[in-house]
């Protein structure tokens, strides 16, 4: 008995000595973005349905995968008169589901907004971004915003994410932290 309390003193000791004298881990850098984990990708739908929002939908599924999960208003009829597009849905797709007034329906399959693909973690679109779009990103504001704008034009409307590094006003740092949006 007498053994047993010593032990147990001892190891009250030395545990705590053994646990501080560990070298401390400084945790990595925070991404802008999360990292999709798995095969599911948000998808937001919108329309003629009853629950609107958005929905993670695995890789590759079509849209009416994702207008199911939404709860189409009126049941889904696959006839030649009211198509369903087929498409695969990607990364940051927007489905919307119309009702027309003569009853036939009509889905358009497009992206996100930047806000929503902001929020979302998903990376944006430099190709397709206007100036409101850039001046929603940290440390851009509308002047700057209209140089890249500038800049695309000038240059072919072509805009590759390393070309931000061009625009007058910025610099590495802020390239760097830009750089992680897209």
């Known amino acids: ?107 358009i399959v497009g992206q996100m907004t930047v806000p929503e693909r902001m929020v979302l973690g998903i990376p944006l679109d430099i190709t397709i971004m206007c100036e409101a779009d850039f001046d929603r990103l940290p440390g851009i504001g509308p002047a700057m915003a209209r140089r890249i704008v500038e800049y695309r034009q000038n240059n072919g409307g072509i805009l590759r994410v390393e070309d931000l590094a061009a625009v007058q006003g910025i610099g590495e740092k802020k390239y760097q932290k830009l750089r992680a949006y897209f």
């Open 1 to 107: 008995m007498w053994r047993a309390a010593m032990i147990l003193c001892a190891a009250l000791v030395v545990v705590p000595v053994v646990m501080k004298s560990r070298k401390v881990q400084e945790a990595p850098d925070q991404a802008a973005f999360l990292v999709q984990s798995g095969s599911l990708v948000p998808v937001k739908v919108s329309g003629a349905v009853k629950h609107p929002g958005i929905y993670m939908v695995p890789v590759n599924s079509m849209t009416v995968v994702a207008i199911n999960m939404a709860v189409s208003l009126r049941p889904l009829d696959f006839t030649i008169s009211e198509p369903i597009p087929f498409s695969s849905v990607q990364n940051g797709s927007a489905i919307t589901l119309y009702e027309r007034p003569d009853g036939s329906r009509q889905v």
